[in-house]
């Protein structure tokens, strides 16, 4: 009998310190309130990543592994940590993928902390979405994305010289997906909590 293909689930998190996450809502919860709600987030992403079950989770950590939010993450079971690396957003995205494509996977999932509402049942759904496609996407609603899944192969055009933290990086995303005439699907968009105005939008009882 035939398995299901390995699919590897990554989550990119900045360790949740004052001045370092979040800070683009300081002005509305402060320093230190800034890092507590990344802290609740990457929880709540890890939370929702072993749910899914879809296998081992690899959680990517910036500047590095150490900060006791990730270690207890692995000592919880399900989890291993990894440092992101040097290099921009796309760079240390690209890197991931690498390693886990190197490592056997078959499709790769990759998801910040910043939008709780990819639950195990959106994972879950964008995993399948890679059985036909070679990738698959959760817009944001700012423009951005959520999820990015790959099947097999890293494309650099997804990664090198994109417009990251701006309105354009989902269509331009697209445009270099129809130039390398790759098939993708996207599922509905989710809201990102980057700026004050999305607070709104964290699950009831947050803050």
Excluded: N
Excluded at 51 to 56: D, I, R, S, T, V
Aim: charged share 20%.
């Amino acid at each position: 009998m035939i398995g299901k293909p390995s699919t590897q689930l990554i989550v990119m998190a900045k360790a949740p310190l004052p001045g370092l996450a979040k800070t683009r809502l300081i002005p509305a919860l402060g320093a230190d309130g800034a890092a507590q709600l990344a802290a609740r987030l990457l929880e709540h992403t890890l939370h929702a990543s072993r749910a899914a079950q879809l296998g081992e989770v690899t959680l990517a950590c910036a500047p590095d592994t150490t900060h006791a939010a990730f270690t207890a993450q692995a000592q919880q079971g399900g989890v291993v940590l990894v440092a992101q690396g040097e290099g921009d957003l796309g760079a240390r995205m690209r890197r991931q993928f690498e390693r886990a494509f190197a490592r056997g996977a078959a499709r790769v999932l990759m998801i910040g902390t910043d939008a709780p509402a990819l639950d195990a049942a959106v994972l879950r759904r964008s995993a399948d979405a890679l059985v036909d496609c070679d990738a698959v996407f959760v817009p944001a609603a700012d423009g951005g994305y959520a999820l990015i899944g790959l099947r097999r192969v890293v494309l650099p055009a997804l990664f090198d010289d994109m417009p990251w933290s701006t309105s354009a990086v989902m269509a331009v995303t697209r445009e270099r997906l129809s130039h390398a005439a790759m098939r993708h699907t996207e599922l509905p968009p989710v809201h990102d909590i980057d700026e004050p105005a999305d607070l709104t939008h964290l699950p009831a009882g947050w803050l």
